[in-house]
């Protein structure tokens, strides 16, 4: 570590953790809700109708951000826990534990608006299309992850349980992806993608970048809260003998 | 010091899960059982036209099978977690991982094969003929064994957990769906008369996909399970 | 030669000992004696290599267990507060898997004597396990040290549910493997009659 460097190490423990992350809130939260307004008010506002889909197709700014969103946290939890399960790293499992809901909320959301965008434009409020499905059993598998970790008491087996999972889980992913497209593609006749984005003028291009950036930064923020109860929860009852490690909580106590 | 060979020690597990199938022969009936059961009740829910269930037939008989390989998962590991036989079988000196293949196979050759070797009747009720019965037969050939490895990982995560049937259901079943679209694919392909060698090739592919990771993974949790 | 170095350990959040460092030469049984829940199963498990420690190592001839791996579980014969065996199958069929699975010779005859070295008569070498009583079943699992062959013995309260007469040929038979220049790692209450200069005693403290 050079001397000017920031060292890194020295924040892998929970204890330093802590009030870092309690630093970098206020601020991931403040761009995160400047961010997302706006994209939402060029995506809503700004962007011109679509020629074929009308003004249906606007929820396409949150559809899509918010699927990609359930990808990537979900690849990035699947990060975590494998560096936990490496390093034996207590925090990288309290990262994985703290992304998973997020993840879950943008594959809900995604399958919300995907819905909300079916209605209009094929008539029902749930179809079969690859993607649509693809996301229901990435959520399926958020979910798993989430109740694995909740059904085992012991924390040290529910880290390294849900980790494998999620590990097991990535895998699947790509392999999911592929098998559902092959199984719409097998029935013809029932082959529908409503997920085929319209031509893109720029300003929609622009509107969903943002909006990505905004979830990103929503993301940070809330993982990163949320990673604070974790640490301060696995504080309440520290190793006895041990006074607790994190001011707060000792003040708490 | 003594140390058994890999293929004695493989042999040695293979055997006393069979060995104990036979003093249990009941398991054997229930898987087959459960799936002409629950297989009959579709044409009960859904009417007895031919046509509709030749339609539905590929569907259904998959997802049978599917269920009875769920439910005959906590067979898998749980007795032998509770009276310590599963502790002394990490401690043999080979690959755990070797091992897990041995204990999935004979658990396979006690609940998925009497499956298999039952589909063509069950193929027939819902009015499959020829090639499709076939199919049919080799699709769950290929498909069950897969199955059966990718649960074992399940069924490790969630040893001794309360309200493990249901947990390793929800846990497994995201997995097992892409076998369910080959396998299941294989049998409507090839009653609409489309060749189904691309489905059943993917199958194939699948069982050589788990073969090499899943018993892995499944060792990785039957570790952490046992800590 | 087998030592564990600055070893702790706890059980989720609970912690049990720390700082344990003990060296048990060829020959030799410690006798890891403390109260109910004070780690002594978890400190045995950590020995097999079936729990990881918070710190510290165990080395066996001086290489790390972790490293080891198989080639360490090939040196040890664990006994556990669990049998090990399955109820269905007959007391010779449990010992001759168990045999088998260790490399050890299963062949009926050896089995059968090794039944009757722990005091089970031929009568119920036949039965199937679940009609033999706690301690029957006990003594069907220690007869696997009978046929065992390796040099570290791992044992969780093995004179629990035991009667006099077999506490007698356990203890007499551990005394032979030590002879041999075994090594025996034992977790128990009680005291075990054996002369005190091949007993190193070890009490589990936070």
Redesign the interface.
Known sequence: MSATGINWFKYSSPQAFYPLAGRMIPWFAAVAVGVIAGGLYVGFFIAPTDVTQGDAYRIIFVHVPAAWMSMFLYVIMAIWAGIGLGLNARLSFMMAQAIAPTGAMFTFLALFTGSMWGKPTWGAWWVWDARLTSEL?LL??Y??IM??RS??DDL??AD??SA??A???V??VP??Y???R??NT?HQGASVTITAAPTMAGTMVTAMLVMMFGFWMYSFAVTLARMRCVIVERERQPSWGKPASIPDVAEAR | ?????LS??LR??V??DL??AM??RSDVAMSVFFVVIVASLFPLGVGPEPAVLRTIASGVLWVTALLACLLSLGRLFTADY????L?????????LAVLVVGKVFSHWVISGLPVVLLSPLLGLQFGLAGDSLWVLTLSLLLGTPTLSMIGA?GAA??LG????GL?VA??V???F??VL??GA?AV??SLAGIGSEANLS?LGACFLLSLA?APW?TA??L????? | MFQTVALSGSRGERKLFSDVSVTVKPGTLLAVVGENGSGKTSFLRML?????PDEGEILWQGNNIRKLK??Y????T?V??????????TPV?NLK??A?????ESSGGVVQKALEAVGLGRSVHRL?TRVLSQGQKRRVTLARLWL????LWLLDEPFASLDAAATNYLTQHIQSHLSRGGMVVVATHQEIDLPPDCIQHLRLTR
């Not at chain 2, 010091?1 to 060979?5: D, N, V």
């Not at chain 3, 088998?100 to 050890?104: K, N, P, Q, S, V």
């Open positions: 059993i399926f598998q979910i798993g109740l694995l059904s085992i040290r087996r390294r349980a494998v999972l590990l097991v889980g895998i699947n392999i999911i592929f098998s559902v092959w199984w097998l | 010091m003594s140390q058994p060979s004695e020690a040695g597990v055997r006393r060995l104990l003093r249990h509770l009276d310590g036989v502790e002394q079988t990490l401690l043999i000196p080979q690959p990982i995560l969630t957990l309360r309200g493990s947990l929800l846990l079943l995201p997995l769906i892409p679209i080959f694919g409507s392909n993917l990771f993974a990785v949790a570790r952490i399970a046992l800590e | 097999c290599g079936l729990l990881s198989e080639l579980s090939a040196q040890l664990y556990g507060h669990l049998n090990g065996i399955k109820d269905e199958l069929e898997v168990s088998c699975l260790a490399g050890d199937p065992s062959t390796r040099p």
